[in-house]
């Protein structure tokens, strides 16, 4: 069909622009590297650091502190919000790669009297625009000439392709059927295309501008640090400032004759003990705070962002895969997410009513005259150059899914040629196309209800006629299909000729058989949710098909199973449903039919007002409200720009299954975070009872900051690297999920942190404080007491490391085997003896700065056999829990 405008020229298309603006649609503001480094520092545990650093420098300033303890902490802070920067940003890099095809789209477009392509931000309103199959529309507008199909599914998640006529001169231009809308997809016919509305005046601009005026709100892990980075500041504050009184009523009350002496002291004195209580307070802080966590938590997540992306899963937001783990509620789409997203053969009967899912199962005469039929009863051009991908234009979703059905037929051209055709419309509901040549046939395909009204006969296996009859076996299989919500088309041949006068449907008709369609299930699908309801998540199917066709994808996708109470509702009647009704039944609401975008972020917004951790799985521009707005927004691949914008975990493959992935992988994340946690706070639970103690014990500082700054930033941080490589068991995704308020600490990590931690400071001080440690560690007659001191120093330092580098074989695991997954964690047996050789040469090597000296052998394996204790404890810990307390690891399995 050829079209001929006139257009506009350039003065009136700049006109139009002033007029009405641009067809560019505003989109999500990019941060830039430093707007993600500033949101990383004001992480709360970062905030406590900057503080600790910035009294550290304070002391510096006055003489009264060391340089390098000052750099110390500012070094965990660049790293930390460092490593979390650039992983976000490298990602996000990624994926404005992934979106740059998007600003590649040009459109057809009559300009200056002539045919032109031109950028689709570059349209304006008046534009003609020539939209042929495959185009997408790049503009809302009124179709002036030609007919054709759109795919509107992107916009409004209905799969079937809707038809759009030119309207007649004087024609209400607001009627559907005449309009064409951003985002949709041309299947079918040649059009034209008038602008009516450019960028933000689109629906598809109106649904950016709802986009961008989400509000945001933490995710639970960050809800969990928020809570946890308060409780830590208070017990820091609070704790400096007791340190800091109990040193000095100590000195003023205990070490002193009197108050009065104290006082009557050199200024000297007095100054050096009030400098000491303020470096005592600052490394409460610095012990208190975890240094380490930020920076675990970065790598942790960029580890498991990593391993995502290998299987097809591209993380946009480091905190949504920590989300994806806590999800307890799951909004999905179904077109396209849970089904292939396009009609294909699911079923064929013979007129004898046997059914077959498979080319191949159908016997070979029989097969061979229905891919004959199908091949040659088509309006569509083939290509079959292509055996494996045959070319098809102008065939619809149906004649596409038949025709892909007898793939292997369709380059058997053969010996053919077309006597007459009766084109299909909906009236006759059915096509004919009468063949001669190597078979002299009229070839029938049409609505079952019609064609069988005519078939006398039904070709058996071996391609025989044989009495129809009454076909009650075939209706019964019939009826099955279309309860499973498929569609049907019967196919006949005859060897009466076309009335070409009548166009009437030929009588006396063979059935070859009835096709049965369907947008099938993707093959993953049902294992997919049934690992979801296993993992706790509540599924829920939002569609735009009708209810029995929802109803019987949700019965085959298995998410009607389980609960008899299940619910399927369509949007007309959920719209009438107040708020608190609609709460009430989320529990056993499965399927939500006919629904509107609206409907989609309504759910979303009422699941977490009751405080469920929301997901949202979408491809369509109708999709990206709700996946905006749901705490995890999972966006498929083959999706919208503006919907891929708008998640937080792109599903690159648009397969349902790598969603239970990025679920598991936030499960692991989730659990290695804890397992950090328990060896870090248990370090800083000891450290804190040992720099309290000490002074009491005649040691004022036992562990110096510098040495508590190594421990924290160091060692913490290759631990929680160990830690983030930990496996992703398939038994996570048998645990429910943890509520969005569920404590970052549970009462059995406060058991670990709390019995290890005041073991290892008991520990402490029995080693400071006993005369057989002394002897073990004498340092030789040639040594003043000075270095007798500093041996001991190190001797001390040396054995509180490795009491916690042995505890991380504690805190991996809750249970008695240590070795559990031990090498499905390649990190974990690396990166242990890697810390225990960097403590050996920094110790060795440390000087004046870590305040050590170096060991002999026998000395290195007289702390080593000293600290290993801490190991059967632990396992005693456990023992006694298991036994009067539950093991949790049991507890945990629904």
């Not at 599914?153 to 809308?181: I, M, N, W, Y």
């Not at 008038?194 to 986009?211: F, I, N, W």
């Not at 170096?854 to 404890?873: C, D, K, N, Q, R």
């Amino acid at each position: 069909m050829k079209f001929t405008y006139p257009g506009l020229t350039d003065q009136e298309a700049e006109a139009s622009r002033a007029q009405h603006g641009s067809n560019a649609v505003a989109s999500q503001e990019v941060e830039t590297f430093w707007d993600k480094l500033l949101g990383n520092l004001k992480d709360p545990i970062i905030i406590i650091l900057v503080v600790a650093l910035l009294i550290t420098v304070l002391l510096w300033l006055f003489g009264h502190g060391e340089w390098y303890e000052s750099v110390g902490i500012a070094f965990a802070v660049v790293i930390a919000t460092l490593v979390a920067t650039w992983s976000e940003h490298s990602n996000e890099q990624s994926f404005q790669k992934l979106m740059e095809e998007a600003s590649l789209i040009v459109v057809k477009t009559f300009r200056n009297g002539h045919l032109t392509e031109i950028s689709i931000n570059e349209l304006v309103v008046g534009d003609y625009v020539l939209l042929q199959p495959g185009d997408t529309v790049p503009t809302d507008g009124l179709l002036i000439a030609g007919h054709a199909e759109v795919d509107e599914a992107a916009l409004t998640g209905e799969s079937e392709p809707v038809k759009k006529t030119a309207g007649p001169e004087g024609a209400d231009p607001a009627a559907e059927e005449h309009r064409l809308f951003r985002a949709g997809l041309l299947v079918d016919g040649e059009c034209v295309m008038q602008a009516s509305a450019v960028g933000d005046k689109t629906r598809y601009g109106q649904t950016m501008k709802e986009l961008l005026s989400a509000e945001d709100r933490l995710s639970p892990l960050q809800h969990k640090l928020t809570v946890l980075g308060g409780h830590i500041a208070t017990f820091g504050y609070i704790g400096a400032a007791f340190i800091f009184v109990a040193f000095m009523v100590n000195n003023m009350f205990l070490q002193a004759d009197s108050f009065d002496a104290y006082w009557a002291q050199a200024s000297g004195v007095i100054v050096k003990d009030f400098v000491t209580a303020a470096i005592l307070a600052i490394i409460v802080i610095v012990v208190a705070v975890p240094e380490g966590l930020p920076m675990m938590i970065a790598m942790v997540l960029a580890i498991n962002m990593k391993k995502l992306l290998s299987v097809k899963v591209l993380v946009r937001k480091l905190l949504g895969i920590e989300t994806a783990g806590s999800l307890n509620i799951l909004f999905t789409d179904k077109t396209g997410t849970l089904t292939q997203g396009r009609l294909s053969v699911s079923a064929f009967l013979t007129g004898a009513g046997a059914r077959y899912e498979k080319l191949e199962a159908i016997p070979a005469t029989l097969r061979d005259t229905a891919g004959f039929a199908l091949r040659n009863n088509t309006s569509a051009v083939i290509d079959a150059s292509d055996p494996n991908d045959p070319k098809m234009v102008g065939a619809d979703r149906t004649e596409q899914a038949l025709l892909r059905f007898v793939t292997p037929y369709l380059a058997q051209a053969g010996n053919v040629d077309i006597v007459d055709v009766i084109p299909f419309n909906s009236t006759r509901k059915f096509s004919a196309t009468q063949v001669t040549g190597d078979r002299t046939l009229t070839l029938v395909k049409g609505a079952p209800e019609v064609i069988l009204q005519n078939c006398t006969h039904y070709l058996d296996a071996d391609g025989g006629a044989v009495d129809l009859g009454k076909p009650d076996a075939l209706q019964a299989a019939m009826s099955e299909l279309s309860s499973r919500a498929m569609r049907l088309l019967a196919v006949a041949v005859t060897e009466a000729p076309i009335d070409s006068d009548s166009k009437a449907l030929p009588a006396d008709l063979t059935l070859i058989g009835v096709f049965g369609m369907r947008d099938e299930l993707r093959e993953t699908s049902y294992a997919s949710v049934k690992a979801a309801k296993n993992a706790g998540i509540h599924v829920i199917m939002i569609t735009g098909d009708a209810r029995e066709t929802a109803q019987a994808i949700a019965k085959d996708v298995g998410l009607l199973e389980d609960d008899p109470n299940a619910i399927i509702i369509t949007s007309a009647e959920l719209a009438q449903l107040p708020d608190d009704e609609v709460k009430a039944m989320l529990p056993h609401l499965y399927v939500v039919a006919r629904a509107f975008p609206t409907d989609k972020s309504r759910l979303v917004k009422l699941a977490k007002e009751l405080g469920l951790v929301v997901g949202m799985t979408g491809d369509g521009v109708n999709d990206a409200p709700a996946v905006k707005n749901a705490d995890v927004g999972f966006a498929m691949g083959s999706g919208t720009e503006m919907t891929k914008e708008s998640g937080d975990i792109v599903i690159l493959d648009d397969n349902f299954s790598s969603l239970t992935k990025a679920v598991l992988y936030g499960r692991t994340l989730f659990k290695s975070i804890r397992k950090f946690l328990i060896f870090q706070l248990t370090v800083g639970i000891s450290a804190v009872l040992v720099a309290f103690l000490g002074p009491f014990l005649g040691h004022d500082l036992p562990l110096t900051m510098t040495q508590l700054l190594w421990i924290n930033i160091i060692m913490d941080t290759l631990a929680g690297l160990a830690f983030a490589g930990e496996a992703a068991l398939q038994r996570y995704m048998l645990e429910k999920p943890l509520p969005r308020d569920e404590r970052l600490i549970n009462a059995d990590m406060w058991s670990a942190i709390l019995i290890n931690g005041g073991i290892v400071a008991l520990f402490s001080m029995l080693f400071l404080t006993s005369d057989w440690t002394h002897t073990l560690f004498p340092g030789g007659d040639a040594l003043t007491a000075d270095a007798k001191a500093t041996k001991f120093a190190t001797a001390f330092f040396t054995f509180f490391v490795f009491l916690h580098i042995f505890n991380t074989f504690n805190a991996r695991t809750q249970g008695l085997n240590l070795l559990e997954n031990f090498f499905d964690n390649q990190l974990f047996p690396i990166i242990i003896p890697l810390i225990m050789a960097i403590q050996v040469l920094f110790i060795t090597f440390g000087g004046d700065v870590l305040r050590t000296v170096g060991l002999s052998i026998s000395e290195w394996i007289t702390v080593l056999l000293l600290a290993i204790v801490i190991i059967p404890l632990d396992l005693l810990r456990k023992t006694v829990r298991n036994r009067w307390f539950g093991n949790p690891v049991q507890q945990q399995a629904p």
